[in-house]
């Protein structure tokens, strides 16, 4: 009789997880241990991903400017062109803005990695990688105090105070007043994801019926902690926004299908493009190429 124990055999577990791996990305990146021409091709992929960071940041200016209301030719209090289509002009703007924004921190990210990461490690997220650029040695607090009235007019410390205390149009949309939230995780909401917090008692049993949902995604330091919008300006306090509302807006916020525009949604892009683009203009000056683009 045949042996039919291996046809009963239990399959063996696999799983497949994504690595960097810093040999490689030295080679392909930097170039080290290529050939002449290898070498000729990392460099000009890198001087491309400073190019084209140049070319959106100055496109996303050019798009911005078109859209500021010539009193001249316009009737007081009314715009030359639909609020819907500003809205979204607005956005393309601000979506042009943060492409600029990720080849910088996405070519910081590989530069970093190829001359001082690891032999392997994880694949980072994108809100680790646009931290990178805003802390030292790329962005120290003392560039940051250097921002101070944005290209709205507003004090930095007022922008940032409105951001971190919005409410979220979403939410209110669907269940009414909603208090202390900031922009909808539209990802997590579209399918059912929420974060549950539940409670252990002494026995070490955690009780379900004592959970908390959560729909939101709160602006937190680093630290993990909410931000207290009323706080005063701190270098943690830009930081924070631009990584959690700024990169949440871009993500998240979308016009398709919407029939009217919002003021509220105007009002939210231009407070976001004009805090990202003094960070994109700082990180893209000559003598951040080293530590960005490894030029």
């Known amino acids: 009789m045949a042996d039919t124990s291996l046809s009963h055999a239990r399959p063996s577990a696999c799983r497949t997880r994504l690595e960097r791996i810093q040999a490689t990305a030295q080679k392909h990146w930097l170039g080290r241990g290529a050939t002449p021409e290898q070498q000729a091709s990392s460099d000009e992929i890198r001087r491309q991903y400073y190019v084209t960071a140049q070319e959106y940041h100055r496109s996303a200016h050019a798009l911005y400017e078109s859209l500021h209301v010539q009193m001249k030719r316009a009737a007081a209090h009314k715009a030359p062109f639909a609020l819907p289509n500003r809205n979204v002009q607005l956005f393309l703007a601000y979506s042009i803005l943060w492409e600029a924004f990720n080849h910088v921190y996405t070519a910081a990210a590989y530069t970093h990695f190829a001359a001082e990461g690891p032999d392997r490690a994880e694949v980072e997220d994108e809100r680790t990688k646009i931290d990178r650029v805003l802390n030292p040695p790329i962005l120290t607090d003392a560039d940051l105090s250097k921002i101070t009235v944005l290209k709205n007019g507003e004090t930095v410390n007022h922008a940032l105070s409105r951001m971190v205390n919005r409410s979220s ?127």
């Open 169 to 295: 149009r979403e939410l209110k949309e669907i269940y009414g007043k909603t208090d202390d939230h900031t922009l909808t995780d539209m990802d997590a909401f579209l399918q059912g994801v929420v974060a549950v917090t539940e409670v252990q008692d002494a026995a070490g049993e955690w009780q379900r019926q004592a959970q908390h949902e959560s729909w939101t995604v709160q602006a937190r330091n680093a630290r993990g902690e909410p931000i207290n919008g009323d706080d005063p300006w701190s270098p943690e306090k830009y930081r924070s926004v631009l990584r959690w509302h700024c990169y949440q807006i871009r993500t998240n916020l979308n016009f398709v299908g919407k029939s009217e525009g919002s003021i509220d949604d105007a009002i939210l892009i231009i407070r976001a493009f004009c805090l990202v683009d003094p960070i994109v203009g700082m990180l893209l000056q000559p003598v951040r190429q080293a530590a960005i683009f490894a030029l």
